[in-house]
């Protein structure tokens, strides 16, 4: 596999499996366009299919007497009304919109709630109120793939349902006849393996024979835990540094950025390791960075596995990780003969730290 390009890996396989948001759609569109969508309309839809809500409804006053008293940010549902008195559902009703509103601001992915939103949204694609933006390149690799008879899934946090209205409904018209079946995580956590082995059973094929596109290092990481090639897919030029939340850069900050980057990021993707229980705390790390990143600006380049960060190093470099430091430890470590015989794993740890660090010390001098 070593020195492939995007397309030889892809002409390669048997099987695509393609994210969606950042993938072949850009998170603007998702974050302005769809999501306010879903919220704005969120009431309407509720008391207007009450009777296709009620059952989820059901499922989430249940999920709101469970975690009572756990999260002092959940706001109560009251009991589903077991009777037809207009009042009583209504008021349910308003409660329910202001309990799914909250958990879709907070970002929770519950699935009860996923659901309902899920279902504004499938009006929303179907009666052509959202039009589906889809990027141009994302287009021809469809059609390419589906010239070499290739098997293509998709596999997205949104449920199924609205993945499919959405590719029925695009700027560039109906594609979901190339794509072959449609999944979301009731077959299980993209963070997980389950879900990417359940796809391959589906498929008949051999993780090895899989490709997955997906612009989330976490859910790359877990693909290829399962055994497939994974491709970090950069974010579009559209995608602007400019168009997401500006963070400061505070020792804290700082300190965290120490950890995603010196504590095997590159090396992980170079060498496709898996992450191990040992390395449960690296892989908390990293969740937490890629939604830093994700907030300034991150792309990957597959093959050389680098990291590319809209951040000012030069300015920063002293906050950020300390560099002088460690280099100057492994300096006089080394010249001190006590890292020859590499039985000490502080030795290691840093020596492997300063290498993932070496070009950002050498480009502020």
């Given at each position: 596999m070593e020195g492939e390009t995007l397309t030889q890996m892809a002409y390669k396989s048997k099987a695509i499996i393609l994210d969606i948001e950042g993938t072949i759609t850009s998170i603007d569109f998702i974050r302005e366009i769809v999501f306010p969508y879903a919220e704005s309309h969120l009431e309407d839809f509720i008391m207007n299919n009450w009777k296709?809500?009620?059952?989820?409804?059901?499922?989430?006053?249940?999920?709101?007497?469970?975690?009572?008293?756990?999260?002092?940010?959940?706001?109560?549902?009251?009991?589903?009304?077991?009777?037809e008195n207009i009042d009583e559902?209504?008021?349910?009703?308003?409660?329910?919109?202001?309990?799914?509103?909250?958990?879709?601001?907070a970002n929770r992915n519950d699935p009860s709630m996923k659901k309902i939103q899920g279902l504004v949204l499938r009006n929303a694609f179907r009666s052509g109120d959202i039009i589906a933006e889809i990027y141009p390149d994302a287009v021809k690799a469809l059609e390419t793939w589906s010239l070499e008879n290739k098997q293509v899934f998709t596999?997205?946090?949104?449920?199924?349902?609205?993945?499919?209205?959405?590719?029925?409904?695009?700027?560039?018209?109906?594609?979901?006849?190339?794509?072959?079946?449609?999944?979301?995580t009731s077959i299980g956590s993209k963070l997980e393996i389950?879900?990417?082995?359940?796809?391959?059973?589906?498929?008949?094929?051999?993780?090895?024979?899989?490709v997955f596109f997906s612009d989330r290092p976490l859910e790359i990481a877990a693909a290829k835990k399962c055994g497939l090639r994974a491709i970090v897919v950069p974010h579009k030029p559209t995608d602007h540094p400019s168009s997401y939340?500006?963070?400061?850069?505070?020792?804290?900050?700082?300190?965290?950025?120490?950890?995603?980057?010196?504590n095997r990021l590159n090396y992980f993707f170079e060498t496709h390791k898996k992450i191990s229980d040992f390395q449960a705390g690296f892989r908390n790390t990293i969740e937490q960075a890629a939604f830093l990143l994700q907030s300034i600006k991150d792309g990957f380049h597959s093959q050389k596995s680098t990291l590319t960060i809209y951040v000012d190093f030069k300015s920063v470099l002293?906050?950020?990780f300390g560099l002088r430091n460690l280099s100057k430890k492994?300096?006089?470590?080394?010249?001190?003969?006590?890292?020859?015989?590499?039985?000490?794993?502080?030795?290691?740890?840093d020596k492997q730290r300063l290498n993932a660090i070496r070009p950002f010390l050498n480009s502020s001098n």
């Open positions: 296709e809500v009620r059952e989820i409804g059901l499922l989430l006053q249940q999920q709101s007497v469970d975690s009572k008293g756990n999260s002092g940010d959940v706001i109560p549902l009251p009991q589903v009304p077991s009777t559902i209504q008021n349910f009703q308003r409660a329910l919109v202001s309990y799914v509103k909250q958990r879709m601001n596999y997205s946090t949104g449920i199924r349902d609205v993945q499919i209205e959405f590719f029925k409904n695009t700027n560039f018209g109906n594609k979901a006849q190339f794509i072959k079946a449609f999944f979301d389950e879900g990417y082995k359940f796809i391959c059973d589906f498929a008949k094929v051999d993780p090895s024979e899989v939340r500006p963070i400061s850069l505070t020792n804290a900050c700082g300190k965290l950025m120490e950890k995603m980057i010196t002293t906050i950020l492994w300096q006089i470590w080394e010249s001190a003969g006590v890292c020859t015989n590499g039985s000490n794993p502080s030795c290691a740890r």
